[in-house]
Each structure stands twice: as structure tokens, then as C-alpha cells.
Nanobody
Framework: VQLQASGGGLVRPGGSLRLSCVVS????????VGWFRQAPGKVREEVSC????????YYTDSVKGRFTASKEKFKNMMYLEMDSLKPEDTAVYYC??????????????????WGKGTQVTVSS
């Protein structure tokens, strides 16, 4: 199983980026997925998760209305569209897949699979 995130970079405040994550060896149809981030000196935090049961998306409060998560089952890929970026969004972003993601949260159970991160820097 491999997950590889890409699409990070340097962007000015107010700008946009689209992160992609290609998943191999795991049919996304049957797994919950999520995006997490870790800023320097801070613990990893949840950004957004999509459940398996109904494909509903959960977003942490700080990104609601600005970020949109999705997954494309036939291509086995997941995406994070980030708009109106702020300096505090600067972090390494990770994609992940889980046996189970609880609806309306990023609480996960069972096996977990993590990709290597991609750096997002928001700065003028």
C-alpha cells in the first residue's frame, strides 16, 4: 500500500492550491480517507476526512468554507482544494486512509495508511 501526496508549494495569502494523493494497493471505495497537517513545532492536526459509509466530508473549523476534500474512486485518488489560504495554513500536509472513519469527524479505527507529506507554505 502506498499513498503519495503532491501539489504543495509556495503561495501568497489569499491564493489557492490543490493537493492530490494517489493511492495504490488499496481500493478507496472501502476506506475512509483524510488530510492532516503538521506545522513546525506543533502537533499534527486533522484537516478533513471523508467517511466510507456515505462519503460525507468533515472539516476542522479553521478550514471550513475554504477547503474542499474529495475522492475519485475510479482513479483511486483523493484531493484537497484549498482556497483563501492564510499564513497559518503553512504546514506539511499528509493524506491517509483508514478502515473506518466516524461520520462527522476525523476519528478513525482499524488499519491506517499514511503517505509522505507535501509542504504548503503561505507567505507574501
Amino acid at each position: 500500500v502506498q499513498l503519495q501526496a503532491s501539489g504543495g508549494g509556495l503561495v501568497r495569502p489569499g491564493g489557492s492550491l490543490r493537493l492530490s494523493c494517489v493511492v495504490s494497493g488499496l481500493p478507496l471505495d472501502y476506506y475512509g480517507v483524510g488530510w492532516f497537517r503538521q506545522a513546525p513545532g506543533k502537533v499534527r492536526e486533522e484537516v478533513s476526512c471523508i467517511t466510507t459509509t456515505d462519503d460525507s466530508a468533515y472539516y476542522t473549523d479553521s478550514v471550513k468554507g475554504r477547503f474542499t476534500a474529495s475522492k475519485e474512486k475510479f482513479k483511486n485518488m483523493m484531493y484537497l482544494e484549498m482556497d483563501s489560504l492564510k499564513p497559518e495554513d503553512t504546514a506539511v500536509y499528509y493524506c491517509a486512509a483508514f478502515d473506518t472513519v466516524v461520520v462527522g469527524s476525523c476519528t478513525y479505527y482499524g488499519k491506517q495508511y499514511w503517505g509522505k507529506g507535501t509542504q504548503v507554505t503561505v507567505s507574501s
